[in-house]
């Protein structure tokens, strides 16, 4: 069985946050929260508390065991992008992309 936890529109750019999202792909839960704990990133904090509640989902909703579970997909899509403007010299204005991201998580007990 599966269960599944999103986070949509988080501030944090798709591309940080895929290098942490890609070393706890196909781990076991308690590895993956090893990782996430020691891990100095930014996107490590969110990652974990959406992997914390994708297990949630799985032992509440579904009855299964959460010491039996892994990630069997993760996955980081691009959300909308945030337009602003940064005031440069004689009087131009460059453009600043102020990126978010989706995460979507799959954990599952091999069944």
């Known amino acids: 069985m599966e269960a599944k936890a999103k986070l949509s529109m988080i501030r944090i750019s798709p591309r940080k946050v895929r290098l942490v999202a890609d070393s706890i792909r196909a781990k076991k839960i308690s590895e993956a929260v090893a990782i996430l704990q020691n891990q100095d990133k ?6 974990l ?3 914390n509640s994708a297990v949630a989902n799985a032992v509440n909703n579904n ?8 990630v069997k997909t993760i996955y980081v899509n691009e959300g909308p992008t945030l337009k602003r403007f940064r005031p440069r010299a004689h009087g131009r204005a460059y453009e600043i992309l102020k990126r978010t991201s989706h995460i979507t998580i799959i954990v599952s007990d091999g069944r």
Request: aromatic share 6%; hydrophobic share 40%.
């Open 42 to 47: 930014r996107s490590s904090e969110p990652v």
């Open 63 to 70: 009855g299964m065991e959460a010491d039996q579970l892994f």
């Open 49 to 51: 508390k959406l992997l």
